[in-house]
């Protein structure tokens, strides 16, 4: 069609031109759809930038005063609460002097869905007394990553710690060399066990991979995610799976290095004396400086452009924001997703949007952290990149990631590798004093457990007083702040007990830890 015909069209032709044009941009233009970097914004957030969708609460926020009493218990550390990682475990017994054969797991997911799958692995080859071999990393299909356990993980202290708990070899032998991905992905065969249900039982392992391995002398697993049952358990098989997730489980040396290169930074304070135009934030002249001189919290800002589509909430993009999300979700889910069916009121009253950028500004904000934070954001993509993180850059000018912290040169070796850049943010995680994440998934249980398990600090967002609280536009500052922090009294660190179902990797206590 040509210009002049186009031109021709009436009203109605054109918007079913213009839904036709959107319709076939997927498969045309791949590039709109994909996941968003801080520096990349979508097309769609250029021709429609994010504005602050609680403008009042922001203004209020930039505005705001803290006390040196809120300041004082922000930056306090938890106090001792009778748990502690069990020190004195029973000796477990020596090893069969013979295994019934090796155990082959393939785990897919992020790093965190990947821990899980390497302790639940060492559990199964406990309970059947067999090898395990290192686990298989499949390349993640979101990120193209294809990092393996080695790159991650110090293997030789992994074997070295559960040496007298479960055999483990680096590689088969040539014998069994023939058993490899590629073998399982081009037929049926014997050796595959593919069908372990989700919370597989210890007796089902023992009834349907026992067998296989005597037969064969090797079985493996995949999938392997989550097929491990939290309950009913022995306690040896329990303690064994916090062995692996607490002590064996550790960075290679280039990751722990660059970690704690940037924790470094981060607690160093004359970097904030010297950053040009900061004079007004320096942090050890003020009456506040005592209490967070030289400490960070860290954030993990969990917004990427899938997270986003599948909760089917509004986040004030517009509609061209909203016709991207539905068309991605389409892309990505064909239809199925749960949330699609409730309102964007209804799912923010049960709690299930995620916090934009801008909203886990107002929650620290409210909390007591004011601008002299120093904010450490470990996340990965950003949905609507530089756009959507203005306002919380406005809150916190402090604010530092990977990229400002440290030099291209030291970032050489992980970039463009989600694994090895998670690690990284893990570690700095870790470290830090006070550790927050936007909204729940892997990389926030796995640290809400680590940091549970070492006593530290970690706030945990209550997302369904969070959610109504920002529906309610009339609400002013003083409201708004009282409100976060009673509803947010017992979700700095509080050990929870794990309940039936529950994960371990979730609620270490009482599996993992013992009373004082």
């Avoid at 801080?38 to 429609?48: G, Q």
């Amino acid at each position: 069609m040509e210009l002049k015909d186009f031109t021709k069209l009436n009203h109605s032709q054109k918007s079913a031109f213009a839904v036709v044009f959107v319709i076939l941009l997927p498969p045309f233009f791949p590039h709109l759809f994909q996941p968003l970097g801080r520096a990349s914004p979508s097309m769609f957030s250029e021709w429609n930038a994010p504005r602050p969708m609680h403008v009042a609460l922001l203004e209020s926020a930039l505005q705001r005063q803290t006390s040196v009493e809120l300041q004082t218990s922000l930056w306090s550390p938890l106090a001792f609460q009778g748990w502690k990682p069990c020190t004195e475990r029973p000796k477990p017994p020596p090893l069969p002097e013979k295994s019934w054969g090796y155990i082959q797991v393939f785990l897919d997911g992020g790093l965190n869905q990947q821990k899980m799958g390497i302790c639940d692995a060492v559990a199964v080859a406990k309970i059947l007394n067999a090898t395990l071999v290192i686990p298989h990393f499949e390349v993640n299909p979101v990120w193209q990553d294809s990092s393996s356990f080695a790159d991650i993980f110090d293997v030789d202290h992994f074997i070295d710690v559960l040496h007298d708990e479960v055999s483990i070899v680096k590689e088969l032998p040539s014998d069994y060399s023939w058993s490899t991905r590629e073998y399982y992905g081009t037929g049926i065969r014997a050796t595959r066990i593919k069908t372990a249900p989700v919370q597989a039982t210890a007796d089902w392992y023992i009834e349907n991979v026992l067998p296989i391995l005597q037969s064969y002398g090797i079985a493996a697993i995949a999938p392997f995610s989550h097929r491990l049952t939290f309950n009913n358990l022995p306690s040896n098989i329990q303690r064994l799976r916090c062995k692996v997730n607490f002590e064996a489980l550790i960075f290679v040396p280039h990751i722990k290095k660059l970690g704690e290169t940037i924790v470094h930074r981060l607690r160093d304070t004359s970097s904030i004396n010297q950053a040009e135009g900061n004079d007004h934030l320096l942090v050890e002249t003020d009456k506040f400086g005592k209490q967070q001189a030289g400490k960070f919290v860290v954030l993990h800002l969990r917004f990427d452009k899938d997270m986003a589509a599948h909760s089917a909430c509004d986040f004030g993009g517009g509609k061209a924001e909203r016709l991207a999300l539905a068309k991605y979700r389409q892309v990505l889910w064909q239809g199925r997703v749960l949330n699609s069916q409730f309102t964007d009121e209804e799912l923010r009253n049960q709690g299930r949007c995620p916090l934009t950028p801008e909203e886990i500004g107002l929650l620290l904000a409210a909390l007591g952290f004011n601008n002299k934070t120093r904010l450490y954001l470990a996340s990965h993509k950003v949905y609507g990149g530089e756009a959507r993180l203005a306002t919380l850059s406005k809150l916190f000018p402090l604010m530092e990631d990977k990229k400002s912290l440290v030099s291209k040169e030291e970032l050489a070796y992980v970039k463009g590798k989600a694994s090895l850049l998670a690690a990284v943010d893990y570690y700095v995680s870790m470290h830090s004093d006070i550790f927050i994440s936007a909204s729940p998934g892997n990389m926030h249980n796995a640290l809400v457990a680590n940091r549970a398990y070492m006593n530290l600090k970690t706030i945990r967002p209550n997302m369904a007083l969070l959610g109504q609280l920002f529906q309610n536009k009339s609400m002013g500052w003083s409201e708004f702040q009282r409100a976060v922090l009673d509803g947010h009294k017992n979700r700095q660190g509080q050990i929870r007990l794990r309940k039936e179902k529950q994960s371990i990797y979730t609620y270490p206590a009482p599996d993992c830890m013992c009373r004082a």
